[in-house]
């Protein structure tokens, strides 16, 4: 499942083929992704300029020049491919249809952007941009973890008193945004702290040392996926995922890579989720 550096990526992939074209045809080829499209969604895209490529957590925010904004999540395995694109550095052949492509958009410049979703989680709605934060799907989240509303004295105070593990609070995307599973087990192997304990429990200066280990682990991923873009020249022309190398993710059994640990990484599971991590030098 993309995390928030997967959908940076794919931000930052995308914008220089889609902000400033105007959408001239919107193919809708079912009615549905996990939920309903909005109502007369290919009317309401048809014509509208792309005025700027954002993100909230880990949706993508495509502002229009009619007042909305289209908001889009992956899911779980959704992909986003650019064809024809004359502007963007990633230009490759039209490829030919395939069957999990389910909203295509036609671009002014004749690129196209397919949303490609085998397994149909992604979402897909239209909201006003003027009061897009208190869409449904965005009302809850807490503070962006590289903006400013995500410092140290937010984190004391969301974990003061909280009796679950500090893996869960850290997925709780009400107190901080578009963390996942992977960048959690990261950022919580750097700091030395075990995702066993408790939230309330950890003394003030190592909650606070979370922030900086958060917010290196999710820069370190986008920078990651910034080189994967460099090297785009896949035959598919998707974009979503690229290879990273982990600290602890998927790493069961292979040494710590803490400098002087002698650790091996464990794998346990926490509310049906698999944490990987070092019982030697998390805490
Ligand atoms: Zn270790």
């Not at 039209?94 to 999990?100: L, M, N, S």
């Not at 910034?226 to 873009?229: E, K, M, R, T």
């Given at each position: 499942?993309p995390?928030?550096?997967?959908v940076e990526t794919?931000?930052r992939g995308l914008s220089?083929?889609?902000?400033?074209?105007?959408?001239?045809?919107a193919?809708?080829?079912r009615?549905?992704?996990r939920?309903p499209f909005?109502?007369r969604?290919a009317?309401r895209l048809?014509?509208?300029?792309?005025t700027?490529?954002?993100?909230r957590?880990?949706?993508?925010l495509?502002?229009?020049?009619r007042?909305?904004t289209?908001?889009?999540?992956?899911?779980?395995s959704?992909?986003m491919?650019?064809?024809?694109?004359?502007?963007?550095a990633?230009?490759?052949e039209?490829?030919?249809?395939?069957?999990?492509?389910h909203?295509v958009l036609?671009l002014?410049?004749?690129?196209?952007?397919?949303f490609?979703d085998?397994?149909r989680?992604?979402?897909?709605?239209?909201a006003?941009?003027d009061s897009?934060?208190?869409h449904?799907?965005?009302?809850?989240?807490?503070?962006?973890?590289?903006?400013?509303?995500f410092?140290?004295?937010?984190l004391?105070?969301a974990?003061r008193?909280r009796?679950?593990p500090?893996?869960?609070a850290l997925?709780?995307?009400?107190?901080v945004?578009g963390l996942?599973?992977?960048y959690?087990?990261?950022?919580?192997?750097?700091?030395?702290?075990?995702?066993?304990?408790k939230?309330?429990?950890i003394a003030t200066p190592?909650?606070r040392?979370?922030?900086?280990?958060?917010?290196?682990?999710?820069?370190?991923?986008?920078?990651?996926g910034?080189?994967?873009?460099r090297?785009?020249?896949?035959?598919?022309?998707?974009l979503g995922?690229f290879?990273h190398s982990f600290?602890v993710?998927?790493r069961?059994?292979?040494?710590c890579v803490t400098?002087?640990?002698?650790?091996t990484?464990r794998?346990?599971v926490q509310?049906?989720?698999?944490?990987?991590y070092?019982?030697?030098?998390?805490?």
């Open positions: 499942m995390e928030l550096p997967e794919v931000r220089p083929a889609m902000e400033g074209r105007v959408i001239s045809r193919e809708i080829r009615p549905d992704l939920w909005p109502e969604m009317e048809e014509g509208a300029r792309i700027h490529l954002g993100r957590s880990k949706y993508l495509l502002t229009l020049d007042g909305e289209l908001i889009v999540h992956l899911g779980m959704g992909r491919l650019i064809e024809g694109a004359q502007t963007a990633y230009r490759i039209h490829a030919a249809p395939q069957k999990h492509d909203v036609h002014d410049d004749g690129a196209r952007i397919t490609n085998p397994r989680f992604g979402t897909m709605d239209l006003p941009s897009i934060d208190s449904w799907l965005l009302a809850k989240l807490g503070p962006e973890p590289l903006g400013n509303g410092d140290e004295s937010h004391v105070a974990f008193g009796n679950t500090v893996k869960s997925l709780d995307q009400r107190i945004a996942g599973n992977i959690v087990c990261e950022a919580l192997h750097l700091a030395g702290i075990s995702p066993r304990r939230a309330g429990q190592r909650v040392a979370l922030v900086p280990a958060i917010r290196e682990t999710l820069a370190k991923a986008i920078e990651a910034g080189s994967s873009l090297n785009y020249r896949q035959a598919d022309g998707a995922y290879q600290r993710y998927d069961e059994g292979g040494p400098p002087g640990c002698p650790g990484i794998r346990i509310s049906g989720r698999s944490s990987f070092c019982a030697t030098c998390q805490r």
